[in-house]
């Protein structure tokens, strides 16, 4: 249905459900070849794979980042540049290797704040031992873009197979690597028709020493970082997927007090924004408990929590069982909330 | 991350569930609140899980957009498109009128603004040399605000077009309109902060029905449950506060002198029900300079209600719930929102699809 006024909104960028219909109804299949591996366009997974003729996979993914304000609570844009990719490769099992930086800047942007970014994309790399080996440089005019835009491109290396997304079995445990919600509502709380202050800083940091962690205990079959949409959106696509029911304890999902706070007040929920530096793990009942307690004993995994189950009662939905005793459906949320965060 | 969960304590939450299912009589009764808030705490919560299937709960005409007529939205377009700077709340821009909505005209060029608070609009004016029309909607909650702009030095070139409507008149229309069944009024505890708990007291003494204003907290609500049941079973209706932290009988007196220097009680025509005598508000006659109906010499211009197609006003009026219509989240959703109900943040339908919705999931 391609109207001939369809135009590009923001919704479209969000990572809800509008995003899922503009790249299955008019992106992914204008391309005829999708695949180069076993992981290609179709699956919408975080990367794609490459099949190495000696074993293994490369897992490839790339992501462009343009952020309001480009330095925030936590971080700013180079960090969110690395982390993003870097994650996207960590929760397909792949160690990350190396980055292409593509940076578009506009005319007159302050040099300084440049370099200041490309410090802390570095440092990011740095903390999970990554290179950054190539890249392109553009300038627009002045007003032909907010700033900067930066896409990186990330190759990492998964033994002996990638992880993908979709592989939920019924009895499967879902554990979450710490607090959810803390980026997306500290970079709510900065919209400045709010007036707002807060202490809550965005939780960007790359997460592969983690996630390599909870890999060489075994058992995990899926997982996700869940950035636009939260972990309502990343749920739901994998229960999708799989066609399972995942099922959550409320109580149990970690979120910091003022991201509830901030939550409560502007009527938006902590699992329905922005995380960049956690994961979603699925793992099989028998290494939970194992795999929690590896997590936990890394600084970043210090919150980590089992939050849920799979099971098969209403097959592609999420349900949520409230923290006061009720039950409902944790929704697909249609559109990031928070325009132009990642 | 440990905090006292005091109004979501599951254990007091059983307890309540305990309470309602002892109250709960054999034959249905269909409790009904009137406040966007209600159901959003009753979705988000999944508390309808609490109640026995005989018991349900429904939100009645508790959403200000979608209660707006057709009308006063034509009015609002029209001002818009004819060079007037139109203010209102957010979700009020994307309610449809007979044709089109706010939002419609201002991708058509006109100027509309969305606002967080009737001093916004008064303040957009203060800083323009254009005509700046505040499209004033909402309940007794907002029309103090509305009142107040008026009454500090408004600037000459704003005016009011003024949508305020008064919720217990429409509760009692409720009651008479056929297949409603109202059993009992859970009643709203933000707009009771204004009006205190007088105006509800026909309710109970004129047609037996139980009220209670209940607060915003799911122990709140499943509280006021319990008590609507108890009522009914001593068969002793009456308007009972269980949200004494927030009311107090009398109700904020300051608020309600504003209105009443500022207003006096109008008809008007609310959406999915129909005229409703004294049920909106009307600028005093020392206010009428303010009135952009007068202003802009607006009588006499209405058009007919029309019907949308959806259920809207079956929702809106509790005679359906947001999944019986075939259109919900179907050719129906927030994104493209057939009517109202899917529109406001506080329409039944736009909360069932954002929280998942369905009873005693």
């Given at each position: 249905m391609t109207g001939e006024n369809e135009r590009i909104s923001s919704l479209h960028g969000a990572g809800g459900e509008r995003m899922g219909q503009l790249l299955r109804e008019h992106v992914t299949r204008r391309f005829r070849r999708r695949f180069a591996g076993r992981i290609g366009l179709d699956q919408l997974d975080d990367g794609a794979t490459i099949d190495l003729p000696s074993g293994g996979e490369v897992v490839i993914t790339t992501d462009s980042h343009v952020v309001k304000p480009i330095f925030f609570p936590g971080g700013d844009i180079g960090r969110l540049a690395a982390c993003g990719t870097l994650n996207d490769l960590a929760v397909m099992g792949a160690r990350p290797l190396a980055l292409t930086l593509g940076l578009i800047l506009e005319e007159g942007f302050a040099i300084a704040d440049l370099e200041r970014i490309l410090d802390s994309l570095d440092q990011a790399l740095s903390e999970v031992g990554a290179a950054l080996v190539t890249g392109d440089t553009k300038v627009m005019g002045h007003g032909e873009l907010d700033g900067i835009v930066i896409n990186t491109t990330g190759v990492g290396v998964a033994t002996p197979r990638a992880i993908g997304d979709a592989s939920l079995s019924v009895g499967d445990v879902v554990l979450v690597t710490g607090t959810i919600g803390d980026h997306g509502m500290a970079l709510l709380a900065l919209r400045q028709e709010f007036h707002l202050t807060t202490t809550l800083q965005s939780d960007v940091a790359p997460i592969w020493l983690l996630v390599e962690r909870a890999l060489a205990v075994g058992g995990v079959r899926a997982m996700k970082d869940p950035t636009r949409g939260g972990l309502a959106a990343a749920l739901n696509e994998m229960a999708r997927k799989s066609k399972t029911t995942v099922e959550l304890e409320e109580a149990a999902i970690p979120v910091r007090d003022q991201a509830r706070g901030l939550g409560d007040l502007l009527g938006i929920s902590p699992f329905d924004v922005a995380n960049e530096g956690k994961a979603i793990l699925i793992v099989a009942p028998a290494r939970a408990d194992a795999v929690l307690a590896l997590l936990r004993s890394h600084p970043l995994g210090q919150d980590a929590a089992r939050i849920g189950e799979i099971t098969t009662e209403y097959p592609g939905r999420v349900i949520l069982r409230t923290q006061v005793g009720g039950r409902r459906f944790l929704e697909m949320p249609l559109g990031d909330p928070v325009p132009r965060i990642c | 991350?440990?905090?006292?969960?005091?109004?979501?304590?599951?254990?007091?939450?059983?307890?309540?569930?305990?309470?309602?299912?002892?109250?709960?009589?054999?034959?249905?009764?269909?409790?009904?609140?009137?406040?966007?808030?209600?159901?959003?705490?009753?979705?988000?919560?999944?508390?309808?899980?609490?109640?026995?299937?005989?018991?349900?709960?429904?939100?009645?005409?508790?959403?200000?957009?979608?209660?707006?007529?057709?009308?006063?939205?034509?009015?609002?377009?029209?001002?818009?498109?004819?060079?007037?700077?139109?203010?209102?709340?957010?979700?009020?821009?994307?309610?449809?009128?007979?044709?089109?909505?706010?939002?419609?005209?201002?991708?058509?060029?006109?100027?509309?603004?969305?606002?967080?608070?009737?001093?916004?609009?008064?303040?957009?004016?203060?800083?323009?040399?254009?005509?700046?029309?505040?499209?004033?909607?909402?309940?007794?909650?907002?029309?103090?605000?509305?009142?107040?702009?008026?009454?500090?030095?408004?600037?000459?070139?704003?005016?009011?077009?003024?949508?305020?409507?008064?919720?217990?008149?429409?509760?009692?229309?409720?009651?008479?309109?056929?297949?409603?069944?109202?059993?009992?009024?859970?009643?709203?505890?933000?707009?009771?902060?204004?009006?205190?708990?007088?105006?509800?007291?026909?309710?109970?003494?004129?047609?037996?029905?139980?009220?209670?204003?209940?607060?915003?907290?799911?122990?709140?609500?499943?509280?006021?449950?319990?008590?609507?049941?108890?009522?009914?079973?001593?068969?002793?209706?009456?308007?009972?506060?269980?949200?004494?932290?927030?009311?107090?009988?009398?109700?904020?007196?300051?608020?309600?002198?504003?209105?009443?220097?500022?207003?006096?009680?109008?008809?008007?025509?609310?959406?999915?029900?129909?005229?409703?005598?004294?049920?909106?508000?009307?600028?005093?006659?020392?206010?009428?300079?303010?009135?952009?109906?007068?202003?802009f010499g607006l009588e006499g211009e209405e058009g007919e209600e029309v019907a949308l197609g959806c259920r809207c006003a079956q929702v809106l009026t509790a005679r359906a719930t947001p999944d019986d219509c075939p259109l919900f989240a179907g050719r129906c959703t927030p994104l493209t929102p057939v009517g109202p109900c899917m529109v406001g943040g506080e329409g039944a339908c736009s909360i069932w699809f954002r929280y998942g919705g369905r009873p005693r999931l």
């Open positions: - | 991350m440990s905090r006292p969960f005091t109004f979501t304590d599951p254990q007091r939450a059983r307890a309540l569930a305990d309470a309602i299912l002892l109250l709960a009589p054999p034959e249905p009764v269909k409790i009904v609140h009137v406040c966007g808030t209600h159901e959003v705490v009753i979705t988000q919560h999944g508390l309808r899980r609490f109640l026995p299937e005989q018991v349900e709960i429904l939100e009645g005409p508790g959403c200000p957009v979608c209660v707006t007529s057709t009308r006063d939205i034509d009015l609002a377009v029209r001002l818009a498109q004819t060079g007037r700077t139109v203010c209102t709340f957010g979700d009020m821009t994307r309610v449809p009128g007979t044709r089109k909505t706010l939002e419609d005209a201002h991708a058509g060029g006109a100027d509309v603004r969305t606002v967080l608070s009737a001093s916004e609009a008064a303040t957009i004016a203060r800083r323009s040399d254009r005509e700046v029309v505040f499209f004033a909607v909402g309940f007794e909650t907002t029309a103090p605000m509305t009142a107040a702009i008026l009454l500090d030095r408004p600037p000459p070139n704003l005016s009011v077009l003024v949508a305020h409507k008064r919720i217990p008149p429409a509760m009692v229309a409720l009651l008479l309109l056929p297949g409603a069944g109202v059993s009992g009024y859970l009643a709203p505890g933000h707009v009771s902060t204004i009006i205190g708990l007088a105006p509800y007291e026909v309710l109970p003494r004129e047609h037996g029905i139980p009220v209670v204003v209940g607060g915003f907290e799911p122990l709140d609500v499943l509280y006021a449950i319990a008590l609507i049941l108890r009522q009914r079973r001593d068969r002793s209706p009456i308007v009972e506060n269980a949200y004494p932290r927030a009311v107090s009988e009398e109700g904020n007196q300051k608020a309600q002198a504003m209105v009443a220097e500022v207003f006096e009680p109008t008809d008007s025509s609310w959406r999915g029900i129909g005229t409703i005598p004294s049920s909106g508000l009307a600028l005093r006659e020392g206010f009428s300079l303010f009135d952009a109906r007068e202003r």
